[in-house]
């Protein structure tokens, strides 16, 4: 079976991620899914948003200065729906203003909004009908503990919004993500959710989760464990590699020999991974080499036309 390739926050490689824009180009550029980031506005509506901040990608602090919290960033949660969409959406930025990515879009205004989960799945529904190609959706829940320190639960509140889509069934195209394995066994005990379920794995050194050991995660035990609860794994791509960086590891292997799928991240044509020359070659290391079941990338045309190439 070939890998799959997920469109990672759109063909964010391309177009400001996360926007509608760049979900339409990677429908168009063949991606098998696209990933959505959830983050709530103080009323509990599902945004696609990568951060749990605005000021990196939108105009917050320009059109609400003073709404940042103590340590300077303006939090999502503390905005409700209809002041999230009165924000435009730019280019990922750093903390001077500068491009992230400085060969991507350009940072301008050009009067993009915030998608929420909602409109996405409207979006993605209509191409999947225009196009007669189907594109599934990759949601992942972020942050679950800031959110439940506002009162909102985040798995709850997504999962009653795929229900009603009728995105909460055993055949519905859909994943659903999350660092957290507190909130991926609340889906699949207390929420029962059909739909598979992927244990993101962080490097410990980012305190992704506060008290989660990622590398004891992938360990032969971890793995053991993550099975009991999860379909997959999602490994930063440097995870399936030796500390030189090129030569497989044990991981997926390992994975597989306990049902897990792996599906990686991140394949970036302009931040290529060390020890990897060129794209294609990064992407022979992920599909071939570590033999991974799919990866995230930002450049979907690139990484469909990798995966068409491939003989399995
Ligand atoms: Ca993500």
Redesign the pocket.
């Known amino acids: 079976m070939k890998p799959i390739l997920i469109a990672?926050?759109g063909a964010s490689g391309y177009l400001p991620e996360h926007t509608l824009p760049a979900v339409v180009a990677a429908h168009v550029m063949g991606a098998d899914y696209i990933?959505q980031?959830i983050v709530l506005s103080r009323d509990g509506i599902p945004l696609v948003l990568?951060d749990i901040y605005l000021e990196t990608t939108t105009d917050v602090a320009v059109k609400f200065p003073g709404r940042n919290r103590s340590d300077g960033r303006f939090y999502a949660i503390d905005f409700d729906l209809d002041e999230i969409k009165s924000l435009s959406v730019h280019e990922r930025v750093d903390g001077s203003g500068t491009a992230v990515f400085g060969s991507r879009f350009p940072v301008v205004d050009m009067a993009l909004r915030i998608p929420t989960l909602a409109e996405e799945i409207t979006l993605i529904n209509g191409l999947n009908h225009s196009r007669s190609r189907s594109a599934g959706y990759y949601i992942?829940l972020k942050a679950p503990a800031l959110h439940r320190a506002a009162g909102l639960d985040i798995a709850t509140i997504t999962l009653e919004l795929l229900e009603g889509a009728g995105l909460n069934t055993p055949n519905a195209p859909a994943f659903l993500?999350c660092f957290d394995p507190a909130t991926l066994r609340q889906l699949k005990t207390e929420l029962a959710t059909p739909l598979p379920l992927i244990q993101l794995i962080a490097d410990n050194a980012w305190g992704e989760v506060p008290g989660i050991d990622f590398q004891a995660m992938q360990s032969d035990r971890g793995l053991a464990e993550i099975a009991d609860y999860a379909d997959g794994i999602g490994p930063w791509i440097p995870q399936l590699f030796e500390p030189d960086g090129t030569t497989p590891g044990e991981l997926v292997q390992n994975a597989h020999h306990h049902g897990l799928l792996v599906h990686t991240?991140t394949l970036r044509a302009d931040n290529l991974e060390a020890g990897f020359q060129t794209f294609d070659a990064l992407q022979e290391g992920v599909f071939i080499r570590a033999g991974v079941d799919g990866a995230?990338s930002d450049f979907s045309d690139l990484t469909r036309r990798f995966i068409d190439g491939m003989d399995r």
Do not use: T
């Open positions: 990672h926050r990933e980031d990568h992942e993500q991240y995230f």
